[in-house]
């Protein structure tokens, strides 16, 4: 059983950065890979960013690559997507993920948190 809870969201100007943290608890957290997803007022849930158990292979949605960085600490038990040159699309709430295997697919997270806003808006 992994427990997930995600903090660092708010409301930030266009242009602006914010860094979501993800703390885990379970002694197999750093088993499993890791994943951001987002949803949107009346859109469903979407892909973000995910992260291998060892931190070497990373994935990106398009809509994101270049702007945020998914990274994670396994002493910690602890998963970080910094996100940079927000945009008003951006805006969702976020949610930190524990993931079967590697994947861009929300149908095989095994674990969810319970989501953080992020409101990207002058």
């Known amino acids: 059983q992994v427990q997930l809870a995600e903090s660092g969201g708010g409301l930030v100007q266009p242009g602006g950065s914010l860094r979501l943290s993800c703390a885990g608890s379970g002694r197999t957290f750093s088993d499993y890979p890791m994943g951001w997803f987002r949803q949107a007022p009346g859109k469903e849930r979407e892909f973000v960013a995910a992260?291998?158990?060892?931190?070497?292979?990373?994935y990106y949605a398009n809509s994101v690559k270049g702007r945020f960085t998914i990274s994670r600490n396994n002493a910690q038990n602890t998963v970080y997507l910094q996100m940079n040159s927000l945009k008003p699309e951006d805006t969702a709430v976020y949610y930190c993920a524990a993931e079967r295997l590697l994947t861009t697919r929300y149908d095989l997270v095994d674990y969810w948190g319970q989501g953080t806003q992020v409101t990207v808006s002058s």
């Open positions: 992260l291998s158990w060892s931190g070497d292979t990373t």
